[in-house]
C-alpha cells in the first residue's frame, strides 16, 4: 500500500516563484559566487533537477530575478508617470515612495549591494542590470524632471546631474543596510530618511517665486 506525501509532491512540482525567491534570498545573503544552485533547489524545498527543469544556469535565474521582481515595479513607475495629473514634485514624491514601498522594503532592496560588488567580476550581468533596472529607471526620473522644468515648477537644472544626485541618497540607504549598518547596528528609520531627503531635493528643484 502506498502511503502519499502531499508535502514531497508539491515541493516536487513547486512553482518558478518559489525558486526565485529563494535565489534572492541566497544571493543577497552570499553574493552570486557564493550561491549555489543546489543550495537554491534546497531552499525552495526541491531537487537540483527541478530548478533545471525552468533555470537551465545560475545567470538564466538572476535575471530571472530581476525581470520577475524589479522590472514590474518600474512599469509599474512608467504607467504612474503616464496617467498622474498632479505637480511634478508630487509625483516625484509618489514614485520614490512607491519605489521604497515596493523594492526598498522588500529582499530586493539587496540587489543593488550585490550588482555594485559583483560587477566588476560578472560584467554579461551588470550590462543587463542595467539596461533593465538603471536605464529605465533613470528615464522615468528624466520624464518627471523635464516635466517640471517645461511647467515652470522646477529650475533649469542639469536633468543627468539631478538625477544622480536624487537617485544616490537612496542607494545609500539600501548598500548601509546591507553593509555597514548589518554589523556596526546604525540604521536609518526609512520614513524619516526619506522625509528629509524630499525636503532638501524638493528645495532645490522649487523654482522660486517671482517677486509680486
Known sequence: MEVSHPLRQRRKEARPAELLAAALELFVEKGFVGTRLEDVAARAGVSKGTLYLYFDSKEALFKAVIQEGIVPILEAGAGMVDSFTGSAADLLRMLISEWWQRMG????????????????????????????????????????????IATGEFRGVDVETAIDVIFAPVLMMLIWRYSLGACCGIAHDPHDYLQTHFDLALNGLIAPRSPA
Open 105 to 148: 522594503g522588500t529582499a530586493l532592496a539587496g540587489v543593488p549591494k550585490l550588482m555594485i560588488s559583483e560587477a566588476g567580476n560578472f560584467p554579461e550581468l551588470a550590462i543587463y542590470y542595467h539596461d533593465a533596472v538603471i536605464a529605465p529607471g533613470r528615464e522615468l526620473m528624466r520624464r518627471v524632471l523635464r516635466r517640471g
